[in-house]
């Protein structure tokens, strides 16, 4: 028998999630020796990725949203890249490198996977052995947060050369890929975060401008630092950062939406105020979730910007907590906004 | 000479603006027998249109906004219809029925025009005088509020068959076109109105379902009368109506946005606390003004939509004000939503 922690959720939290109350690290085992049922496999965890959008996951089941609620005394799930150490299953063979798609991917340090679960939940990435990339990218830049960036900014955006762009969260998992991604379609972008080492390094890969949002007002450093306006706003924070975006917007601006990390934790959401800029100004405000693109938009994805990784041409900064028994400290981290960079939970190594 | 009543715009108001205040109707003359400059023309008004984007007018003109400001003193513009008394210009002939554009229609009387104003501002519309519609539909249903429910509801809403379309401000200008235009495409056409008269006339065109949107919790009416939930809201209201149909909307919703009225006369906006819902319902709201599309869309618009009129396939609900004296008072009206049907004013017969 082998030691297999577990990352188990255990209560709907009020306010921020609290480690040890709504989410506990449980111990376990498991026997690697015995025999598998046909169709098993069972995978060695690497990377898991701890993400904003789980926070919406600790909810009463009652509730309906995009991606269904944690069930209490189970384990978590989410984006991971494995090993298979064991298999019964011919497509997934012993040494492959599996990744575990958003929302289902088991957060244990071992997990016996059936063929069943397997189909819509893992997928072989044996590319991420060749390519000399970090395992940790195939969890973020090279999955959800990645695709967010890639997809919200093209396929909402529709970017024009010259344009300014404006990135909220600027050094996390999804805006600081946004702001390269801009830049390489010649966007004049300009990108905010929570502290001033952040603010230095979203300079550092590309970023025309940054500020520090916690010092002084936003409106008044939106117009600073950027004196055309905003035409396109990637949207991930929520509450006063967007109410101050919808005043300084230009006409015809685009607000690509897939988060408001300010307001997850909060048990009343805060008032905005300008909503009527978006008919004054013939704002698009569009809120999107790319699992409901991934399908079909992943292959042309992957096919783009892997290169773009490889080539050096994109940085990708991630902030790694090492152990799994580190993964609700990890969540917290992020849903703080205290990482700096992707968040991931190194687990174990290849 | 002649009497020439003309409406002035005189004050910049807060709050309601107030007739006698910030408008005011005041007496001139025209000399109807003098020799007019190569190129003018005086137009005889016969009815003028007032709506509610005419309050974002009244501003500080150092604020930008997509209608220009009122300038003080000037007689106010809008939508018009005329007909042309006498002539030195070969484009507008005596007899000829003349549609003056959004913003662009002097509020007089009698308006003497140069020839370079009239080619950006007013078209001849004989068509007018032959298919025996009233001539006030011509700035009502057949002008911009006809073109904001057609645009609006074809291009951004992108209706579905069965589909629920909810429509607020259901029996006023465009509302009661969306409702139609709505019902002709195969959706589920719910709407509210603020008296029971006008909730019993949207049943009588057609709407499925319909509300007194003062008797009750808005968001209880929703959830009674559109039990399969929002796909498509047609806004023009704002406020708690746009918080309450963010919290029924369903997936993919679209809110195409193309006023605000509850919130024009307010020195601050109400508060919208369920913006979080365009996330996770990955909702699509888009403001549009009908003006930038007026000029492409106008023709195509026109060619559809006259003939259902004159066939009596769509009706529109006209609220009609007696003599020139009277337009402060029924756009005051229109702000307060108190008209019943598209408010015009009748200036003089054909």
Tied chains: 1, 2.
Excluded at 48 to 64: A, F, K, L, Q, T
Excluded at 70 to 82: A, H, I, Q, Y
Aim: with cysteine; glycine share 10%.
């Amino acid at each position: 028998m082998v030691s297999n922690k577990r990352v188990l959720y255990t209560k709907i939290p009020t306010g921020f999630p609290v480690d040890g109350e709504d989410m506990k690290v449980v111990d376990s085992t498991i026997d690697l020796e015995a025999e598998l049922p046909k169709g098993n496999f069972i995978l060695k965890t690497l990377e898991i990725s701890v993400d904003p959008y789980m926070r919406g996951r600790m909810r009463d089941p009652s509730i309906e949203s995009y991606a269904p609620a944690f069930e209490v005394n189970k384990p978590m799930t989410g984006d991971t890249m494995s090993v298979v150490v064991k298999s019964n299953n011919p497509d997934y063979k012993v040494g492959d490198l599996v990744y575990g798609r958003t929302g289902q991917g088991i957060f244990e340090e071992y997990v016996q996977v059936s063929a069943e679960y397997a189909k819509h939940a893992y997928v072989v990435r044996n590319d991420a052995k060749e390519n000399g990339l970090p395992i940790s990218h195939y969890v973020g830049v090279l999955a959800m947060p990645g695709m967010t960036a890639y997809y919200g900014l093209n396929e909402i955006g529709k970017p024009k050369k010259g344009e300014t762009l404006y990135v909220s969260a600027a050094a996390g998992a999804v805006g600081q890929l946004v702001g390269q991604f801009g830049k390489a379609m010649g966007l004049h972008v300009v990108g905010s975060a929570g502290s001033d080492d952040k603010v230095d390094y979203i300079k550092t890969i590309g970023f025309d401008e940054a500020f520090n949002y916690k010092k002084g007002d936003i409106e008044e450093n939106l117009r600073k630092y950027c004196p055309n306006g905003i035409d396109i706003y990637f949207e991930s924070v929520g509450g006063k950062m967007l109410d101050a975006v919808l005043a300084v917007a230009n006409n015809f601006a685009r607000v690509i939406a897939c988060g408001m990390i300010s307001q997850y934790n909060l048990t009343k959401p805060e008032p905005i105020y300008n909503i009527m800029n978006i008919v004054s100004k013939r704002i698009k405000f569009d809120g999107f979730i790319i699992m409901d693109h991934a399908s079909h938009y992943e292959e042309k994805f992957l096919k783009e910007v892997t290169p773009l990784l490889v080539s050096g041409k994109v940085n990708y900064k991630t902030d790694i907590a090492e152990g799994i028994e580190k993964t609700p400290e990890a969540l917290i981290k992020v849903l703080r906004g205290e990482n700096f960079g992707k968040q991931v939970v190194h687990v174990a190594d290849l």
